[in-house]
């Protein structure tokens, strides 16, 4: 019998390309020269599909789990989920999604998608962050997504966030803006850490010192307002970069209690493009966005090119925001974002 693994090697391409011409799945994903070989490859050599047959013998259910504990309760999931969707379609997989809410009801949920046969998992986090991989992933094909591997085995993708810190600090510098400040996080995560290094870099690449009075690392609520407040009164600084929209609401407040309109007497830009803050700010913040349909799209480009062993050379990629990343290049794998441009940055 002629399996899609001879009628691959033949054509020179993935088995999941050879899955989705013969599935009829193929149109806008698989280059139509390629389809067509593959059709006349499979036609001269006789192939009678059965799918039920073809998951005994290769041992794969073209199943792929998606495991989250914090990511599909938040704004964002829906960007990294249908990234994750499109690139399961585009690869003949399909994507079964869970949310976790601890340790506990982690292991049930891996436990039971195992029973199904699952090929191989996506681990997502939120707000980027190191972490430790489950025991029962540890002898699957695995990808993070939005984290990083604290032991440095496990593939992942991320954002770059030097550049995020980077880019926003110099279209603040590039606006004319001489006293620049950072209102960061509290928590010492790797977001906040790569996002205060860019900005220290396109301050010295300027020719300007980096002063620790211009700086606020703050939580939320009255504390948070009350230390970009100080920042304002003590320092005036006539340009801020936020570690994120919502930190972004701060340096708003405080400009209109001191009768200061954003994108003309101050400069602000945010991270996120959150679908609040982002949209509904007047003026509209200038923002960094985060790749979060990029880092769904990839993370699963990766994990099919692992339980496939194929670098996925054929396949047809999107047309993204953020370009993405080579599936074999460092880890973990870093997407350089886009500035979206508003109107709270003066021209």
Known sequence: MVTMKEIAKQAGVSVSTVSLVLNNRDEGRVKSEIAANVRDIAAELGYKSNPLASSLRTGRTHILGFISEDVATTPYAGGIILGAQRAAQQLGYMLIVVSTDGRDSEAKEIAALQRYGTDGFLYAKMSNR?????????????????????????????PDEFHIGYDATRRLINAGCQRIAYIGAADPIIAEQGRLEG?????????????????????????????????????????????????????????????????????????????????????????????????????????????????????????????????????????????????????
């Open 130 to 158: 190191l972490t430790g991989v489950p025991a029962a992933l540890k002898d699957t094909p695995l990808v993070l997504v939005d984290a990083t591997d604290e032991k440095g085995i496990v593939p992942s993708v991320e």
């Open 199 to 347: 900005y220290r870099a396109a301050l010295a690449e300027a020719g300007r010192a980096f002063d620790a009075r211009l700086v606020a690392n703050v939580s939320n609520n009255e504390p948070a307002l009350e230390a970009v407040s100080a920042l304002f009164d003590a320092e005036r600084p006539d340009g801020f970069f936020c570690f994120n929209d919502a930190r972004a609401w701060y340096v708003y407040e405080c400009a209109a209690r001191r009768g200061l309109e954003v994108g003309r007497d101050i400069s602000v830009v945010g991270v996120d493009n959150h679908l609040v803050f982002a949209d509904t700010l007047t003026p509209q913040l200038t923002t960094v966005e985060l790749p979060h349909f990029e880092m769904g799209y990839w993370s699963v480009a990766k994990l099919v090119s692992i339980i496939e062993n194929s670098p996925l050379d054929d396949v047809e990629w999107p047309e993204t925001t953020a370009p993405l990343p080579l599936l074999n290049g460092p880890m973990p794998a870093k997407i350089r974002c886009t500035l979206i441009e508003k109107e709270s940055v003066r021209s």
